[in-house]
Every structure is written in structure tokens, then in C-alpha cells.
């Protein structure tokens, strides 16, 4: 069974930045790309971000593009997301998922994995 657990999630201020991690197990990771969503309060979820397989390509939803970075580390068995000039509106709870395949998904419906979520407030 595949599961996936993110860390990292927490408060800062406006401006500030936060570093999320996300790890498998009971998959090979560097078979699969991997995405990150957010669910805001009151929202539907929507894609923030993805790598493929190899790390070689990403994907960002343009209201993120230019302030997070997701990178994976092989070695660790890990996916990060780098969080940089936060705003409030990136206030949500993030969720890191395992794709079906090695390619990116910019749907929910790419994704067979997800993990709980860790919650990201972003203050004025």
C-alpha cells in the first residue's frame, strides 16, 4: 500500500517563506512524477505544482510560478516545495501526490496517491 506523508506545513508572515516535504513508501519514487495541491477554505483544490520522474521537468500554476520551486531528491525518497514570498492567498491546506505514471499530471485525476495535507496560514 502507497502511502504518502507531507511535513513542513506551519505559520508565517507575508513575505516569509516555508519549506515542504513530502516522502513515499510502498512504491519505487523514481518511477512516478509527483504533484502538490492546495485546498483553501471555502475553494475547490487546485494544482500547484508537479516534477516528472527524473526531476527534469516541472510544472506551476501560474499563481505560483516564479516563488515556489519543487524539486525531488532521490536519495531521500523525497519531494519538496519550496515556498518563497508567501502571500496570504497561498493560505490552504497542501497535499502532496503520487502520480499514476512518470509524467506530469496537471489533474487531480493524474494522481492514485494522496497524502493527509499540511496546513500553510500566511498572515498580513
Known amino acids: 500500500q502507497v502511502q504518502v506523508l507531507e511535513s513542513g506545513g506551519g505559520s508565517v508572515q507575508a513575505g516569509g517563506s516555508l519549506i515542504l516535504s513530502c516522502a513515499i513508501s510502498?512504491?519505487?519514487?523514481?518511477?512516478?512524477?509527483m504533484g502538490w495541491f492546495r485546498q483553501a477554505p471555502g475553494k475547490e483544490g487546485e494544482f500547484v505544482a508537479a516534477?516528472?520522474?527524473?526531476?527534469?521537468?516541472?510544472a506551476y500554476a501560474d499563481s505560483v510560478k516564479g516563488r515556489f520551486t519543487i524539486s525531488r531528491a532521490s536519495t531521500k525518497i523525497t519531494v519538496y516545495l519550496q515556498m518563497n514570498s508567501l502571500k496570504p492567498e497561498d493560505t490552504a491546506v497542501y497535499s502532496c501526490a503520487k502520480d499514476v505514471g512518470s509524467v506530469i499530471s496537471l489533474r487531480a485525476q493524474g494522481y492514485d496517491a494522496w497524502g493527509q495535507g499540511t496546513q500553510v496560514i500566511v498572515s498580513s
Open positions: 510502498g512504491a519505487t519514487f523514481s518511477t512516478y512524477a
Open positions: 516534477i516528472d520522474r527524473s526531476g527534469g521537468k516541472t
